[in-house]
């Protein structure tokens, strides 16, 4: 069983940063997957980023170059550094991992980003 936390979310002016954590609980975390995932007021929950075990990462298109994910040396934290926020990314940002029979989601951290 994985519980997962995120944090970090808050207000931020366009342009400007925020870093987002994701906290788990349950060692077995530390041999799964980790990925982020936002939910655009009115939209789907869309990929955002994702990290292995082993440090290898993917990005959506729409954030490659603004946003860094990356995994503590412990793998139970993991991080998602967004750089030059805007408008558009504004949203409910969630944390999940995954077992081949279950998916795990944290509750979510609201981002918002002023013009």
């Known amino acids: 069983q994985v519980q997962l936390v995120e944090s970090g979310g808050g207000l931020v002016q366009a342009g400007g940063s925020l870093r987002l954590s994701c906290a788990a609980s349950g060692e077995i975390f530390s041999f799964l997957p980790l990925a982020w995932f936002r939910q655009i007021q009115g939209n789907q929950r869309e990929f955002v980023a994702r990290?292995?075990?082993?440090?290898?990462?993917n990005y959506a298109d729409f954030v490659k170059g603004r946003f860094t994910v990356s995994r503590a040396a412990n793998k139970l934290t993991a991080d998602l550094q967004m750089n030059d926020l805007q408008p558009d990314d504004a949203g409910m940002y969630f944390c999940?991992?995954?077992?081949?029979?279950?998916?795990?989601w944290g509750p979510g951290t609201q981002v918002t980003v002023h013009s």
């Open positions: 990290v292995t075990i082993g440090g290898v990462t």
């Open positions: 999940k991992t995954w077992e081949p029979i279950e998916d795990y």
